[in-house]
């Protein structure tokens, strides 16, 4: 990354100051170089000289900060990646990029193709991250659809930063609420055939259970009929979650969404992991009894930590037995070195308990993290919007979708940090206009597609050549300026991996964008009377296509060539 290699440069030159006496023999501490929120005050700026000041005096030296500033100055080369250094107020180090490096740099991104801008942070750790794990009951609800997108976006920049990440959804199929789903489904089924079959009190009554069960009479005829209704219910429960399962991988996939792995809760009983784990847990005096239940001790591990019942008076396991169980399987089975849940806010109680359980199975607590999001709210009009217009009920993430498009969806909802509540606004996200910023940036895109297609039109080459493309005649400062924004991209995927959270992307991109707009506007791009301009101009625009490109990929949207 270029802020690494600025600090190599920068430690070397207070090295060779001390090699040659001009500052004393200290320490040096870790260099940190900064991005000034003025361009006038340079590319980067590092407060080096003002931090090792007083350990310079103490080495001997009589050095005020901006001396010590001076004597690094003096030992900075200005003839590589660095084309000027400034001393600002009482010992700031200013530096601007190279003109001639940053032209260099157009032919680096273009050889770079679609690693262009990718990371070595991860170095294979492997990652998992979880996300969505609705129950299998239904649809996903339109709120669910910021759940897959966070998830999904923010796997894709990990892999960018070099982890090896699995996407994996947990399907809750164990518990109270799957039995109800089957038995709900079993009386929809039945009312097909005329039978009076009543829905379950805590039964689902949604449409969908209506299309559920006529894919089973489509399937299956009448044969559940002849079963008893235990029998029936149990087929159903297999049945049922398959469907489930194909709706929601059919609802996720519109929107771009895929996953490595569909894990089943149940497999956690099936194999007997759950009582595997909980019987540690009893020998290590992590659980009790109390009121016929059993209990696991949160407090062991953190005082003011909550017990919780891990299976109830009636035998019946919790659903925080299987959690624990699950987390045993990744990190201790499976073992990733990172595993990051997506959660939503409404679950931010059970954050604390997760750190206990992971103290109980002897793994370190840091290596989980609880991302959760905030709720999103659909405007149209002005106007709330809760209920599907087509089916009157559940506004689900395929209705979204269908509506505004994939596209719209995913980059309004990575448009701001998880920790923010979203009002996404309908009418805006399929308005053709600049204001809608998934449109300019995907119009951005097309245009260069357009501008490349009219170059080779004209006799350009606009595939090949890039070491021969006279790159030092792009000196124009809108020109420089777009050369700037396209080496940013390293940097924006470093602040979404820190954060763990993409939403810097969707704002990068505009910048971007706006940098070409900029660029275009200021800089003919195909002139047949300057064509060697022409040509270095034309690789800028391919490494501006192949930026914009590579950054609506980390967000998992599109980049159209034609709008």
């Keep these: ?34 991005r000034p929120k003025q361009a006038e005050h340079g590319d980067y700026s590092t407060n080096i000289a003002m931090a ?19 004597a690094i100055q003096a030992h900075l080369p200005v003839d590589g990646m660095i084309g000027a250094v400034e001393i600002a107020g009482p010992g700031f180090i200013n530096l601007w990029l190279a003109d001639a490096w940053l032209q260099q740099q157009v032919i680096a991104a273009d050889k770079a193709g679609a690693d262009f801008g990718n990371i070595d942070r991860g170095r294979g750790q492997r990652w998992q991250v979880e996300f969505v794990s609705a129950n299998p009951t239904g649809p996903v609800h339109y709120g669910g659809a910021r759940n897959a997108a966070l998830g999904d976006s923010l796997a894709n920049v990990l892999t960018a930063a070099g982890y090896t990440v699995q996407r994996e959804f947990y399907v809750n199929d164990a518990g109270t609420q ?23 009190a805590d039964g689902y009554v949604g449409e969908y259970m209506v299309a ?52 089943r809760e149940q497999s956690l009983y099936d194999d007997g992991l759950v009582d595997q ?42 659903y925080f037995a299987s959690d624990i169980a699950y987390h045993y399987d990744k990190f201790v089975r499976r073992g990733f070195d990172h595993v990051v849940n997506v959660w939503s806010v409404d679950h931010q109680g059970h954050v604390p308990r997760m750190a206990t359980v992971l103290q109980a199975l002897r793994v370190d607590p840091a290596r989980l993290t609880i991302l959760l999001y905030n709720l999103v709210k659909l405007v149209r009009d002005g106007q709330e919007v809760k209920l599907s217009k087509r089916k009157g009920n559940l506004l689900t993430v395929g209705d979204v979708v269908d509506e505004v498009g994939a596209d719209a969806v995913r980059f309004n909802l990575l ?16 308005a053709t206009t600049n204001d809608n910023p998934v449109y300019y940036v995907q119009y951005s895109h097309a245009r260069i597609c357009s501008i490349l297609v009219k170059a080779a039109e004209n006799g350009f080459d606009v595939a090949g050549g890039a070491d021969a493309a006279p790159v030092a005649l792009l000196t124009h400062p809108s020109e420089l300026a777009l050369i ?37 506007r200021d800089c003919r791009v195909v002139d047949v009377d300057a064509p060697a301009l022409s040509q270095a101009r034309l690789l800028l625009c391919r490494a501006a296509r192949l930026g914009l490109a590579k950054t609506l990929s980390l967000v998992g949207i599109s980049a159209p060539e034609s709008m």
């Excluded at 396209?486 to 704002?507: C, F, M, Y």
């Design 1 to 34: 990354m270029i802020r690494d290699e600025i600090k190599t440069i920068v430690a070397t030159a207070i090295q060779a100051a001390q090699a040659d006496g001009t500052l004393p023999a200290f320490e040096l501490p870790a260099v940190e170089i900064l």
């Design 52 to 70: 090792t000041a007083a350990a310079a005096r103490k080495a001997g030296g009589n050095l005020p900060p901006r001396a010590v500033a001076e």
């Design 178 to 200: 799957f039995a109800a789903f089957a038995a709900s489904l079993y009386a929809r089924y039945c009312q097909l055939f005329g039978r009076d079959e009543p829905l379950p």
């Design 212 to 263: 559920y069960a006529q894919s089973v009479r489509d399937q299956h005829g009448d044969a559940l009929l002849h079963l008893t209704r235990e029998q029936a219910i149990a087929r159903l429960r297999e049945i049922g979650e398959a469907l489930v399962l194909e709706s929601l991988q059919r609802e996720l996939g519109s929107l771009n969404v895929h996953f490595d792995r569909w894990f």
């Design 277 to 318: 784990v909980l019987a540690q847990l009893r020998a290590q005096g992590d659980l009790a009894e109390r009121d016929g239940a059993t209990w696991f001790l949160a407090s062991n591990y953190l005082a003011k930590a909550k017990d919780e019942v891990v299976v109830r008076s009636n035998g019946a396991p919790t």
């Design 415 to 430: 448009s701001r940090g998880p920790e923010s509540a979203i009002e996404f606004d309908l009418d805006l996200a399929v």
């Design 484 to 520: 700037r924004r396209l080496l940013d991209l390293e940097e924006q995927i470093e602040i979404a991996v820190e954060k763990l959270s993409p939403h810097n992307l969707t704002h990068y991109a505009v910048d971007l964008a706006k940098a070409f707009s900029s660029f275009y």
